[in-house]
Structures are given as C-alpha cells and as structure tokens.
C-alpha cells in the first residue's frame, strides 16, 4: 500500500516509531533543505503537516536554508496553506526572456518572497504562538565575498578544493548565520562546526534575510543590505545543503524532515563525494521522502530541479505544465504519510538511516 513514501530514521527516532508510531506532539523541529525546484515534490507532505500542526500549543521550532527557508516562512502564516499555494505558484511562473544575469535572478526571487509574505505579515511570522522560525545563512569571507565574477569563482573553486580534505575547514570561507525568531533560542542554536553568528529578525530585516538564505552562489548576488547584520551574505546551504546539524542535543523529541531524498547530503560542496552525515546529529530524525518507485513514475521519471531553467529554455508553458503535473502528484504522497501516522503502520515501513 505504502508505495510513495521511503520513511527514514535515525538511531533514536526509529526505535520510538517501531514502539509507538509517530505521535506528532513529539516533534520539537521541522527541518527544510536547500533544493530550488525540489520542493515541488514536497508540498503535498506540507499542506499535511500544516493541517496537523495546527492546534499546537507547545513551541515548535523551524529551520530551513534556500527554499526550505521560504517554505518555513509561509509554514507561520496566519493562513499557512494559502502562503504556500501562493509560493508553489510564483515559483512556477519564473519567466526569463533570455539567458538570465544575476541581477535578473535576484529580481525574480524577490519578486516571489513579496508575492507570498505580505509586510503586515511579517510581524505574525516571527512572533508565531508555537512556530518559532529560524535559517541559516552564510556570512562570506575573503574572496568568496566579491561580485566580480572571476574572483567569486576562484573563492569558491578554493573553497570546493579544501572541503575534499575536511569539511570542517569551510570555516576559513564561510560563517554560519542562524536567523532566528526575537526571544527564543532554539535547541540547535549550539552548533559548533564552523564559526556561527546568532541574529535576531526584525520586521525590517526579515525578508532580506531570507533572501540571502537562499542566494546562490555565483547564479544570485550576495546580500549586503541586512538591517543591522553587516557583511556579505550567500545561500545558506553551502555549508548545510541538507542540514547535517544537531538539532536536539538534549536528545529529547523527534525532528521531522519532509525531504526530495531519503539520504543526506551534508554540504553543497559534497554533491559530488560520498560523504555521510554525522550519526549522532541524525539520531532523532524522521526523514519522509518519495519513494525511487514515485519518482519514476513522475514526468520525465525525475524530481523538478534548477536545470529545468536550461532545459526548457524557450519553452517555459511546457516546463510549467512539466512542474504542475509533480504538484498533482504529490498529493499522494501526503495522503500516503496521513495514512501511515494514522494507521500506525508508520511502524512498519520506516527504515534506517
């Protein structure tokens, strides 16, 4: 029956589900991965999750870089569901006449993040009652912080090379920005393998910080304009692409994941090794993904990705039509997930990470 859905848990996480299911008051942190177009695959699992989560009381903390961060962002909505309806939307409309320049990029994401959080929002979002948002950016150093072209791609270049010795010396190019949410200091806000900077959102700088979380390196410009944050701002999934961070360390709750993968790719840098995350910072996690099975079945047997911008180029009603078939799909993969958690048989399918 279950044939959408792959169910993966760490250490901790998989012996509470095969004991007592998922009791969704266990969940102390949402997590959303870096991905673009990725997340149309997801928003099925989400608009389940909203419905779920929304008599909550206790706090419930979010932590998103990139599109996971805009996806958190209309997760603490006063009318969730539609934030995201208008998200999934903008994000299909993208429309560039010709090859785009990093400006024109940069535009169109904003054009996005003012289609779907109004500014009279802003406000709502950051002082949820339970939903305590926070994300993750990075604060470049050297090289990695120019505009010019050449010397951004030597600083990263650089950056890609030393992360094939240890990801732990990222810390020479980037610091971690956590944006959180004023007065609330989430479990996570330890994290100690790079140098790390804890901001609080304002109304006034909520909407460039998420911005610069999801600021691609060399496709976007870095963001320098943050209310009272200096410096120069990139993407927050090149160090934490798929959120490889403790969430819990206390070691209490679970951390659930909707996410395009059933496997965890540390850093942006790590798309091309084999490098696993680290055992312990998965130990809580419920990770929800779709199924090889589901994905095969999708248009073009794969998940929407950045590269559909080159490969309809040109043809923008079809990579349209393309992206709004996955939304269709995607239902079944909430529908799936609903009937897991309600018929226990989450017990069942759920897997090792």
Known sequence: MFENISVRAGSKAIRILRDEGLNLSRVKVIAGASGAAKFLVLTGIDRVLLSSFKHRTDPLYLIGTSIGAFRMAAYCQRNPVDALDKLEREYILQHYDSRPTRKEITEES????HAYIEDDEIEFIINHPFMKICFLSNKCKGLIKSENPWVQGLGIALASGVNRLSRNRLGYFFER????????????AAMNQFPLSIYRLTHSNFKTALLSSGSIPMAMEG?????????????????????????????????????????????????????????KNMESVVLVAP???????????????????????????????????????????????FEAIESGRIREIAKPI
Do not use: M
């Open 177 to 188: 920005a956590l944006f959180c949410a004023p007065k609330e200091r989430p479990p996570f």
């Open 110 to 113: 904003w054009k996005i993040i």
């Open 223 to 279: 963001i320098s304009n943050i209310d009272g944050v200096p410096g120069v701002f990139r993407d927050g999934g090149i160090l934490d692409y798929h959120l490889d961070i403790p969430f819990l360390p206390n070691g209490n709750g679970l951390v659930l994941y909707p996410h395009f993968y059933d496997q965890i790719t540390p850093g942006w840098f790590d798309k091309s090794l084999n490098r696993k995350p680290d055992k």
């Open 291 to 337: 199924s090889n099975r589901f994905v095969d079945n999708l248009p073009l047997g794969k998940i929407p990705d950045r590269k559909d911008f080159k490969t309809f180029f040109g043809k923008d009603k079809e990579r349209i039509e393309y992206w709004k078939k996955v939304v269709e799909e995607n239902k079944k993969l909430g529908d799936e997930f």
